[in-house]
C-alpha cells in the first residue's frame, strides 16, 4: 500500500504555470511507474501523464503534449507535473497513483484555470 499526497494546484490565468507536487510513502516507491490523473466535473477520470520507473520513459495525453513535463525524484519519493501554458480545459483536479493505476489515490489537488 503506497500513501500519496498532492500539492501545488491553484487557481491561475489562461498561460499560466503549476507544478505539482505528490510525495508517497513507502521506500518501494522507486520500484513502480507513477501517472498523473485527472478528473474534470461530469467527465471520467483520465490519465495525464505517466513515467517509468528509472524516469527513462514518459508519456502524454495529446491534450497536453508539449505544455505539461512529468518528472520525479526517487530519493524524495516524489513525482512533479510542470504545467505550462494552462488553459481553461486544463481545470479538474489532479491526482497521482501508480502507473498502472491501482486502489491507492491521494487526495487530490484542484487547478483551475480562469480569468
Known amino acids: 500500500q503506497v500513501q500519496l499526497v498532492e500539492s501545488g494546484g491553484g487557481l491561475v490565468q489562461p498561460g499560466g504555470s503549476l507544478r505539482l507536487s505528490c510525495v508517497a510513502s513507502g521506500s518501494a516507491f522507486r520500484l513502480f511507474g507513477m501517472g498523473w490523473y485527472r478528473q474534470a466535473p461530469g467527465k471520467e477520470r483520465e490519465l495525464v501523464a505517466r513515467?517509468?520507473?528509472?524516469?527513462?520513459?514518459?508519456e502524454y495525453a495529446d491534450s497536453v503534449k508539449g505544455r505539461f513535463t512529468i518528472s520525479r525524484d526517487n530519493a524524495r519519493r516524489t513525482v512533479y507535473l510542470q504545467m505550462n501554458s494552462l488553459k481553461p480545459e486544463d481545470t479538474a483536479v489532479y491526482y497521482c497513483?501508480?502507473?498502472?493505476?491501482?486502489?491507492?489515490w491521494g487526495q487530490g489537488t484542484q487547478v483551475t484555470v480562469s480569468s
Open positions: 497513483s501508480t502507473y498502472p493505476p491501482g486502489n491507492d
Open positions: 513515467i517509468g520507473y528509472t524516469a527513462a520513459n514518459t
